[in-house]
């Protein structure tokens, strides 16, 4: 459910915190359906710099499909995490936090009485953002990765609960020397991501006729998208581009690169083909549980959801069919950050890259990983 309505009582603007006068600290932090992300940065030229970084596994989204509720242990993973961010907003003297929650709480009955119990722990509060909104912070954090010499693009992000998918017109030319303004011409989000549909579905142990029957469902959610506005003819045509920002993009571009450990520096703005896409989802989707787990960019954490993660990339370029996907390590977050700079879309297009990101860590919960 986005936020509104009786949703707006557990929403907060931007929040101002007690700092250095002068020396702006800025944070974003996302909770998610399967993770609990922080960044704090300084502003630098041409963007920012992250100079700390955290993220953690909750899975604050286990069992909300039956269910219809957040579940006690998921809540006290998601305050654990939540809590750990609080100290480093402290040392880190944080002057300018925004904290949301995206596709658990929209969904979440409890949603409420949870937003106070990390309010009275903590001393955050936590923003339920639309899907609308969800989808242009994430364009936003990604968009200096577009090509500006191509007039359309389409970027999608997979969540754990949910999937938007945003369609971003570029004015004729260089866009960001032509002076005109870039054109978010619709979006659509659908409520799969890889935690419900492995529920749907399973995720330790999937069949062949299983695999294509989320690839199905996932297709079928994004149909009436694509019979609005007939994308699939602008790619056809060539002028549409393809930016992806994903834990399952991410990892596929791991793989493909034969990563023995992930870095961000050799996946984010890699291209993959759509033909490379397709042959590693298949192969992963092919593999049992545990030679999932021994694959290097997968691991433990990413066992049970990557399969999910592949079938919904797949709907999504079986519906758009482009040559090659751009990879991209960056999405709310950094829309967050941007914002909270004063930073408008137009802007983040003609600056180029957002600066360094500092590599972040290494999961600890067991119970999968985000998309």
Not at 212 to 232: D, I, K, N, Q, S
Request: proline share 4%; glycine share 12%.
């Amino acid at each position: 459910m986005a936020a509104g309505g009786e949703d707006r009582l557990w929403t907060s603007p931007p929040v101002q915190l007690a700092g250095t006068a002068g020396r702006e600290v800025y944070a974003a932090l996302d909770l998610g359906t399967n993770n609990c992300r922080l960044l704090v940065a300084r502003p630098a030229r041409g963007g920012f710099q992250v100079i700390d970084a955290y993220s953690r596994i909750v899975c604050l989204g286990e069992g909300l499909s039956a269910s219809g509720c957040l579940s006690e242990p998921a809540m006290e993973r998601s305050l654990a995490a939540l809590a750990t961010c609080a100290g480093k907003l402290r040392r880190r003297r944080v002057t300018q936090l925004r904290a949301v929650a995206t596709e658990a709480c929209r969904r979440a009955a409890n949603r409420g009485d949870f937003l106070l119990r990390v309010r009275a722990t903590t001393g955050i509060d936590l923003e339920i953002i639309s899907g609308n909104e969800e989808a242009n912070l994430a364009l936003a954090g990604c968009a200096p990765l577009l090509d500006r010499r191509k007039r359309h693009a389409l970027v999608f992000d997979i969540g754990g609960g949910s999937t938007q998918v945003s369609w971003l017109e570029l004015p004729a030319g260089d866009a960001a020397g032509a002076g005109g303004r870039p054109a978010l011409r619709s979006w659509h989000s659908v409520p799969v991501g890889v935690v419900s549909l492995s529920e749907a579905f399973g995720g330790r142990v999937v069949s062949a006729r299983d695999y294509g029957g989320m690839v199905a469902e996932v297709a079928a959610a994004l149909g009436p998208f694509e019979a609005r506005h007939r994308l699939a003819d602008l790619a056809a045509g060539g002028e549409m581009q393809m930016l992806g920002t994903s834990g399952t993009v991410t990892t596929l571009a791991g793989i493909h690169k034969r990563l023995r450990r992930y870095k961000r520096s050799r996946v984010d703005g890699a291209y993959l083909s759509f033909a490379t896409i397709s042959d590693l989802s298949r192969k992963i989707a092919a593999m049992s549980h545990q030679e999932r787990a021994r694959v290097p960019c997968i691991g433990r954490q990413r066992a049970d959801l990557v399969v999910a993660g592949c079938a919904i990339l797949e709907a999504i370029l079986q519906s758009w069919p482009v040559p090659a996907l751009r990879v991209a390590d960056r999405g709310l977050r950094e829309g967050m950050l941007h914002g909270l700079m004063g930073r408008t879309l137009e802007r983040v297009l003609s600056q180029g890259d957002i600066g360094e990101v500092a590599p972040r860590p290494r999961p600890r919960a067991q119970c999968g990983a985000a998309s």
